[in-house]
């Protein structure tokens, strides 16, 4: 038997709760894992509070990540005791996800935990650690040095923001953090931004051109901020857009793209290729202090995590929830 979170069905006659399973009921797959960390991430939130339809089907275990130790295995990639980590893949939506004492998944999905890191490391990375690093490499792609100029961060206190800061700081970068929080000025500072600047400067419907002032951006809002950032970016400046919190249309001009010949890269987690996740991991790996960990990072058992969901949405959390399911 293992406890895990269990979405029931979509009508919510019964709300996600915490639950004891038998391993018979675990999905089809070629390495079982004994979970010992998750996150709790928007896309997780949305899931166990119904607000948007990010389960494809029921009864559903949620969470989009995890990290843990390989029980038994049917290939030879992996091993009785590898410590092992998965991202996206489907799971949580379409397969029984991270929040689980323990999981059975298919080889494909998973990586070593890359030295020196540990589970609980790595999940404090997490989806948002290694999505942060990803775009990155897609400013990194596009040429993007710190000679180039100040780097925008939306969304600067979330997960994916604060690692965003993290990196590009690590990297020798000048960040300008952009959020919502003015208290969290000093956090951000802390991590490497160079200025901090409100939110609200990008959040409202804006000019198609704005005054040139950034080289590139991670933008992890999407709809009208996304636009602003466009307009505001250096002739050929980059933006890499990950997320989506504000929404997802993006009501923006082509001036920006013609007229100062930027570029917009879009930035996918879930199926990014193997090839890729094994490089940011590897960057992650080098890059990411345990200072920075500690910073981020607050840990919560399973129990507390569907607590926890609404505050996600309302982007009261600043950094990370590490879900400790054993807790």
């Known amino acids: 038997m293992f406890k895990a979170i269990l979405i ?16 018979s009921r ?11 960390y998750s996150t709790l991430n928007y896309k997780d939130a949305l899931a166990i509070t119904g607000k948007a339809p990010i389960v494809r089907h029921y009864p559903m275990i949620p969470g989009i990540d995890l990290a843990g130790v390989v029980r038994e295995s049917s290939v030879p990639e992996f091993k009785a005791g590898d410590a092992v980590l998965v ?3 489907g799971l949580g939506e379409l397969h029984w996800g991270g929040l689980t004492q323990a999981a059975r998944l298919k080889a494909q999905w998973l990586q070593k935990i890359p030295a020196p890191l ?25 040429g993007v040095t710190p000679g180039n100029g100040p780097v925008l961060v939306t969304g600067a206190s979330g997960g994916v923001g604060s690692f965003a800061v993290a990196l590009l700081g690590r990297l020798g970068y000048e960040v300008i953090a952009s959020t919502g929080r003015p208290e969290e000025a000093d956090y951000l500072k ?5 200025e901090i600047c409100d939110r609200a400067q990008f959040s409202s419907p804006g ?28 002739y050929g400046g980059t933006v890499a857009a990950c997320g989506m919190a504000q929404g997802l249309d993006f009501p923006a001009s082509v001036a920006p793209f013609i007229l100062r010949g930027i570029t917009l890269r879009g930035v996918d987690s879930v199926y990014c290729p193997m090839d890729i996740r094994k490089q940011a991991w590897s960057r992650l790996a080098e890059l990411v202090l345990p200072a920075t960990i500690d910073a981020v990072l607050h840990e919560i058992g399973l129990n507390e995590a569907i607590g926890r969901a609404p505050e996600v949405l309302a982007g009261k959390i600043r950094g990370r929830l590490l879900v400790n399911v054993n807790r």
């Open 8 to 23: 029931e069905n979509e009508q919510r006659n019964s709300p996600p709760q915490v639950v004891e399973l038998d391993e």
């Open 26 to 36: 675990l999905p089809e797959g070629d390495v079982s894992v004994a979970v010992e």
């Open 87 to 89: 991202n996206g893949w």
């Open 118 to 142: 540990t589970a609980r490391q790595a999940m404090a990375i997490g989806t948002a650690g290694y999505t942060a690093m990803l775009c990155v490499l897609a400013l990194e792609a596009d």
């Open 190 to 194: 802390a991590l490497g931004a160079s």
């Open 207 to 234: 000019k198609p051109l704005a005054k040139e002032r950034f080289a590139a951006a991670i933008d992890c809002i999407g709809s009208h901020t996304l636009a602003n950032v466009c307009a505001s970016l250096r």
